[in-house]
């Protein structure tokens, strides 16, 4: 991960102390959010006015790993029906691929699961689900191109039930989170799969690029207040995105980050340990 924003910081401000100004601009940067970002000030404005860059760093993680919590338990399944994830997310934030790569953990963690190519607004999202698929060996339910996604999903969880399927993940389409039409679709395929359980769709994961900083946040409130999300999967770690909204969203919303992208081979994801991502993001 090409993280670790507080490193030239704290090496600037070795042995000396610390510009408030620049910390405070460091922070922001790194877009951990305003209400975080004045959070570590304070606490380490109560330390006195001599404060280092090692300090400086030290304080934040403290009160990032404050904000995160433990390590969540692996998923595991129900006892006699499907487990409904529902995939949600902007268009470009690599959510199809993430899918898929959320399927391969189940696999390799000895879980049996199901796509479904709820995504019916492109052809092309279809079809790259197929390939996903295919090349790793797991089921993929499909309808027509602009079919309906509440409808597809609702049979898929039916399809799964039969089969003694543990996990459905459902892929739903891009959309943008200003679209209020395409937020209401989203409503209706969550409504629909609660038709089979009420408790259904019974994880709702926000797929958010790490790159697109503090516009992960706005994206998040949206989603959240539209179906309430239970977590997020944070992808493109491995570029120049430096993963601090993921603190913003958790200090913010209360959603936690469940998975993390590193890469665009299928076991280039694997759950979220915090203690392991503020060491890397600091």
């Not at 796509?115 to 090349?135: C, K, N, S, Y």
């Not at 191109?145 to 891009?174: P, R």
């Given at each position: 991960m090409a993280l670790g924003f507080l490193k030239s910081f704290v090496q600037k401000f070795t042995a000396r102390p610390v510009d408030w100004d620049e910390l405070e601009e460091a922070l922001i940067r790194a877009d951990l959010g305003v209400p975080m970002a004045l959070k570590i000030l304070e606490s380490l404005r109560g330390r006195g006015k001599s404060v280092t860059g090692e300090t400086a760093a030290e304080v934040a993680r403290e009160e990032i790993l404050n904000v995160l919590p433990p390590t969540l338990p692996l998923l595991r399944p129900l006892p006699s029906k499907p487990k409904a994830i529902l995939v949600v997310g902007v268009n470009g934030t690599g959510?199809?691929?993430?899918?898929?790569?959320?399927?391969?953990?189940?696999?390799?963690?000895?879980?049996?699961?199901?796509?479904?190519?709820?995504?019916?607004?492109?052809?092309?999202?279809?079809?790259?689900?197929?390939?996903?698929?295919?090349?790793?060996?797991?089921?993929?339910?499909?309808?027509?191109?602009?079919?309906?996604?509440?409808?597809?999903?609702?049979?898929?969880?039916?399809?799964?039930?039969?089969?003694?399927?543990?996990?459905?993940?459902?892929?739903?389409?891009?959309?943008?989170?200003?679209?209020?039409?395409?937020m209401q679709e989203l409503t209706k395929v969550a409504?629909?799969?609660a038709k089979h359980d009420e408790d259904a769709p019974h994880e709702k994961w926000l797929v958010v690029d790490?790159?697109?900083?503090?516009?992960?946040?706005?994206?998040?409130?949206?989603?959240?207040?539209?179906?309430?999300?239970?977590?997020?999967?944070?992808?493109?770690?491995?570029?120049?995105?430096?993963?601090?909204?993921?603190?913003?969203?958790?200090?913010?919303?209360?959603?936690?980050?469940?998975?993390?992208?590193?890469?665009?081979?299928?076991?280039?994801?694997?759950?979220?340990?915090?203690?392991?991502?503020?060491?890397?993001?600091?």
């Open positions: 959510k199809t691929t993430s899918s898929a790569k959320l399927a391969h953990w189940f696999k390799s963690h000895r879980h049996s699961c199901v796509l479904v190519a709820a995504d019916t607004f492109r052809a092309a999202a279809i079809e790259q689900l197929g390939v996903w698929g295919e090349r790793l060996g797991i089921d993929v339910i499909k309808s027509q191109y602009q079919g309906d996604s509440a409808a597809l999903c609702y049979d898929a969880w039916t399809s799964a039930q039969k089969k003694n399927i543990e996990f459905l993940i459902c892929d739903t389409a891009g959309r943008l989170h200003t679209k209020s039409n395409l409504r629909t799969l790490a790159t697109t900083g503090s516009n992960a946040l706005v994206q998040a409130k949206e989603f959240h207040q539209a179906i309430g999300l239970t977590g997020l999967i944070m992808t493109k770690l491995d570029g120049s995105g430096k993963g601090g909204v993921a603190v913003a969203i958790q200090h913010e919303l209360g959603i936690p980050t469940r998975f993390i992208g590193t890469g665009e081979k299928p076991g280039d994801f694997c759950a979220f340990h915090r203690e392991t991502f503020v060491s890397k993001i600091l």
